[in-house]
């Protein structure tokens, strides 16, 4: 697969004592005890703060929610890579430990607070619930000479490398296909994920930059469905109650299934909108194809994997590889989804997924081959 980076913001990097600038260099080195009262070695690299700790590696990962088909293929993914490092002995050992209340940034910071006082773990992995509310917690770990790499959702916390989809772009990409399916002119219901999450905010610029672009698409109703097909179902269900017509549909990733079972249960259907990369919804969507339904859809993964591309760089991180900074925007290592499938290639997804249970997403991770490309 095709993979590029995408530029983002430049950070200031400032971990424990170290303040430097945009895009300064290395060369300052401190030593911080870890947890256990092993040295770790602490440098500035470009804008990432570089730890390698001594000693044997476990890796603490905070999902950040839990429950979620698409979080529980993430917390798969992580772990087939988790017991390949481990079976190398490249790691010790792993602990998961997901939010009780999914989505809170509060109880995530607590999570990243075990972690760092844990006398085990000494690489810390976060997929961020808030872009700045987990910065003190991150810095605290730091400090502690304990590696953190934020996956997924991406984080503000100076120092610390992100690993992260574009979801502005990922999302802009569905949108252009609703609106161009359109002609430019519909009514649209949004069906997002989690206020306030970075994920879905920075989708939420995508969908907003797409609109202003034909003033004629409008969304109606917008509700969360909290990344959950049954909610998601629920809540369109909700709007269709008292909102009939409906052009297209706005949605995210492991919740488009819910809101077209929604759509079938009242007797109706958008003439488009943006589907699931899984087998429950492409096994509707191929039914209605077969019958010649007026009916559009696009799928473009978000790969639950991006979790364990985010372990394979921390573990080269934590062994002291160097990135390679002409392949990063700064702090922040941006993963692209190189497939998106619409009725013109639904048959190569189709092939993919006919081998998976229900609740598959289609998925992609870094080889470990392609992982070391990121480095010097």
Known sequence: ??????????????????????????????????????????????????????????????????????????IDDFTIVAEEYKEAGRIKDYKIVNNTTNGDATEQANIIRDFTSDPEVNVIIVDANDSTALNEAIADAQKAGKLVVIADTGCDAPGALNVVLDHTAWMTKNVEFVTEALGGKGDLIYINGLDGNPADNARQEGVDAVLKENPDMKILQKTSGGWDQTKAKEACAQILSTTQDVDGVLTQDGMAYGCLQAFQDAGMLPKVMIGDPGLSFFTEWKKLMDEGADFQACAQPNPPGVAATALRLAVNMAEGKELDESKLDGNTYSYIVGSFYTEENFDEAWEILQKESGDYQLDEWLTEEEALELFK
Do not use: N
């Open 1 to 74: 697969m095709k993979r590029k980076v995408v530029s983002v913001m430049c950070a200031v990097v400032m971990v424990a004592s170290l303040i430097v600038g945009c895009g300064s260099s290395g060369g300052k080195e401190e030593t911080k005890e870890s947890g256990d009262g092993a040295k770790a070695e602490v440098s500035l690299e470009g804008d990432i703060y570089k730890i390698i700790p001594e000693g044997d590696l476990v890796v603490g990962f905070s999902t950040g929610s839990s429950g979620t088909s698409w979080r529980d293929q993430m």
